[in-house]
């Protein structure tokens, strides 16, 4: 995981310039990054999608695990976050960093489905009417057996996550500021 010491700070920047659109004031901490992801299988996945991207907490750790001529499509609606994003890992020709809203997402995907999709949209402070649209894409980008993670504040998601997906876990992850619910969602009840 490539972190730097000044992601904090440009973190913070980005939650004054738009509080309502980070929904944090902190980068995820590598524990609970690790927490999420070991509720799917990343070095299994083909393709792994990543909405809300950041400073890159979890875009680093996805990387680590994952295969050797997989696919990460990241994607970040603050154009100076998803710039840093590109410029860090412009080497990783695995990785592909798009500026854009979570509800576009299906436009970059080539028809292709994601194994494992990793969530990290502050849906409790989004704007209601985009909460639902980037809620009711979500389904829609796994393949039967794919598994959707998600790094929420608060269970106040459960019932729109219940909603769509057949099965919804959960557990809290300790080791955030502040702790965190951590989802793992699926069609397949085995997943
Ligand atoms: C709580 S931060 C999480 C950042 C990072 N993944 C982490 O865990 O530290 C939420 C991120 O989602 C991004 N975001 C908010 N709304 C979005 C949207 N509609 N589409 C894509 N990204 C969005 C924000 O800009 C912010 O970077």
Redesign the pocket.
């Known amino acids: 995981m490539r972190q730097h010491l000044t992601d904090p700070l440009r973190?913070f920047a980005?939650f004054v310039a738009?509080p309502r659109?980070?929904?944090?004031v902190l980068?995820?901490s590598r524990a609970a990054v690790r927490d999420m992801l070991d509720l799917a299988d990343v070095p299994g996945a083909d393709l792994v999608v990543e909405?809300?991207?950041?400073?890159g907490?979890?875009t680093g750790e996805i990387l680590a695990r994952l295969r050797p001529g997989a696919r990460l499509v990241a994607?970040?609606?603050?154009p100076k976050?998803s710039a840093l994003l590109a410029k860090r890992y412009a080497a990783d020709d695995r990785l592909q960093v798009v500026t854009d809203?979570?509800?576009n997402v299906d436009a970059y995907l080539d028809g292709q489905r994601a194994d494992v999709l990793v969530s990290?949209?502050?849906f409790t402070s989004?704007d209601g009417k985009?909460r639902q649209r980037?809620l009711d894409a979500l389904p829609g980008l796994l393949t039967p057996q794919g598994v959707m993670v998600l790094?929420q504040y608060s269970p106040l998601m459960m019932g729109e996550l219940r909603r769509r997906f057949r099965s919804v876990r959960w557990r809290i992850t300790p080791w955030n500021v502040p702790p965190a619910f951590l989802f793992a969602c699926s069609q397949d009840d085995a997943a």
């Open positions: 973190f980005a738009h659109q980070m929904g944090a980068p995820t909405l809300g991207a950041g400073t907490s979890q994607v970040e609606i603050d976050l809203s979570a509800e990290a949209i502050p989004l985009l980037i790094i």
